[in-house]
């Protein structure tokens, strides 16, 4: 939480004060809204406001302004400065040949209090508890003061908008010199903002220039309305000036966008650029720029005013939230219904022109247009979000296609052919659409020959011949006749296969959303018989790639074995660290906490705990050793030689032999395939001697020949016959050892006889270490 100074308060009390003002101007002085003109020494209402004070009195217009308040119209600052008249508690005017005295000036319309009092302090209480949470929760890089001020500088400059309107001195420069920071502020925030991410697309010498310029603007408003002299020359400085501001604060989200859509920022660019858009666009395409350019508005500025809430709101939520929705499926969603809305939005307001009996402006059009798109948009947002979360409540769950693609597909798991996958399939249609009989066959494209698994009427394959001579389909394709309708759900250039129902038991069509759920459900069979044959294919292919001779898998293959057989014991070796041997510790440190401090216990006792603790401890080492087995420990740190010898101390200590482990200065840079694969074959080839051998001495030697890695071993076992290889690969672990060598293209070579000892020869071509991790 960030800590507040004593200027963070003199400015937050600024924009309070400041607004509590403005409430009261509001309340206080009514909108009286006459527009005047100077003619020949008279000043004429030329323009009557609308839901102004004058509308609801019945102010005529060309009506000559005579007095305000007892003296002459220009005494009054309003209609000297601005030509207009406001906050005057009493005017007299002529018309039709007599003068007319108001003095009740002193009623606001509802729609007034609600545009001009009430929304603009909702609003800014509401940015007030926006910029609390901020402060509370924002950490001190997402420059949270240049937020808060932003947003508290967009809440008073749309309350201002209510004194602004009544030609109240202070309301118009805090109006205008607000507006013209807000921009300036925000690029500023965005700065210092994307600076935390280490982003740059601008120099921070954009936001002091634009300070600097805004400032001098603001300083002369300031001193015109001081004054009481305000030039015409400087009234259209502010707005240009404001639309400048904003033209390079689109120029700056939207040049960043481009830059670094494709970053990981790119998300956090789109959230802004929308936010930007959604709040200002309105104000500037719909207010400013026809203001200035043709003199007429297509909206009034509390209407684009309100639209400034989307800012806080995109700013407080790309602040607080770690995690985005999906801004690229929204804004396409939303694409696509302002796509959508554009002629059913043109239609209706024709229509409105046709029904209104006087002819419109072309103004009054436009904004008929605009409320009817955008009501259009939100309709069918909502539609789709009600679609969603009330669909499943407000129709039976067995017109839910989207249940039964889920139930169809944990159902094709436990198939194993396609056969039984038809019949599930077959037994969910029946069971969605409500259909009467269905069958399932198979036709030969080039010969008229059908495959049937049921019986199936001669009408209806007749029927069927017709359709499917000369015709093409492809997977999915929808048949429908009188007879009923089919659905292809295998194409191949020798058959298609064809599920065929007689029709639906209501004797009605298929509707188009029953064709796409057969459509996607038959796609989806499909695939899955593909995989199925895809996977009998490549059985097939391992059984004949297996030479019956040798039981030599190809290089690749066995490559391919081994490499899922070592993930296999690393992961094992990881759980039976992480669980079975952390409980038995836990186990074995409450015993000996048990053992230590209660000296309470029977001694009979104590000693068949400590003799439990003993066992405990040898279990423990029990499946460290497994775990080490499955995974050797450090081997690509230790190497293979350091390994070797570890591995052949384990097993002196758990035989009868005594192995010589010479590795004669070996240095070949082996990678770790190779490391772990001559690791694994003295790991077995010991394992035999242990089991089978009955030897007194192991000899090992690892060395490096002509580019080649020799491993020798021997020992003085009873050896065994080895003129029947098939049976010997098969039953004393040998084969596995031949298809680790086979797989890094090795060769192995194996001399014994009964009673005369084993002697393997291994040799690997030596290969470039590299990382390669299993």
Sequence with gaps: MQKFKWSHTFVLLFFIVSSIYLVIIGITQPFIGIDLEKQSDRWVITNIDQDSWAERHGIPLNAELISVEGAAPEDHYSVSMFNELEKADSFTIGASGQEIFYDDIHQSSPQHWTLYVIFPSLFFLSILGISHLVHKRVPKRYSAHQLIL???????????????????????????????????????????????????????????????????????????????????????????????????????????LYIFKDTPQGSIFKYVSVGMTVAFFPYTWLYL????????????????????????????????????????????RVRYYIFLSIVPSIILTAVFAWLVSSPQSMVTYIQVYLLVHLFLIAFLSIKEVLDSRLQRFLFSARYSYQESMHRMSKDMKDQSNAVDLMKVMRSEINNVLNVRDMYIFSKHNK????????????DILMELDEKLTDHSYDIGSIIETNKGFGVIVGFSLQKLTMLWCEGKKDYTNLNRDEKTYLQTISHNANIAIENMNLIEDLVKELRRLKNNQTQKYPTWLSRLLFTIAENQRKQLSIDLHDTVLQEQLYLYRKMDDLIRHRNDLPPTLHAELVMYKESLLDSIHLIRETCNELRPAFIEELGLVQSLNNLIQQYQLRSNFTVYFSEEKFDAELDQEHILAIFRIVQELLTNAMKHSEAKIVKLSLSEEDDQVVLLYSDNGKGMDFSFQRDLFSH?????????????????????????GFKAVITFPVTVKKEAHV
């Design 732 to 756: 004393i672990g040998l084969s596995g050892i031949e298809q680790r060598v086979n797989g890094l293209n090795g060769h192995l070579k194996i001399d014994t006889a009964p009673g005369e």
């Design 289 to 332: 720029i026809p203001a200035l350019t043709i003199g007429k508005k297509i909206i009034t500025l509390e209407v684009g005013a309100v639209f400034l809430i989307a800012l806080p709101i995109t700013f407080m939520y790309l602040v607080t939230r770690e995690r985005l929705i999906d801004i690229d499926f929204v804004m396409s």
């Design 150 to 256: 932003f947003f508290l500088a967009i809440a008073t400059g749309y309350m201002s908008n209510s004194g602004a309107i009544r030609d109240d001195l202070y309301s118009l420069f805090l109006n205008t010199s607000l507006f013209l920071m807000a921009p300036v502020i925000l690029i500023h925030f965005l700065y210092n903002y994307f600076r935390e991410l280490d982003t740059y697309w601008f120099s921070k010498k954009v936001p002091y220039f634009l300070y600097g310029l805004a400032i001098v603007v603001s300083s002369m408003e300031s001193y015109f309305l001081s004054t009481q002299n305000y030039p015409e020359m400087f009234d259209p400085v502010p707005p240009w000036l404001l639309l400048g501001l904003y033209i390079i604060l689109f120029y700056v989200i939207y040049r960043g």
């Design 447 to 458: 010969r008229n020959m059908y495959c049937v698994y049921d019986q199936i009427p001669d």
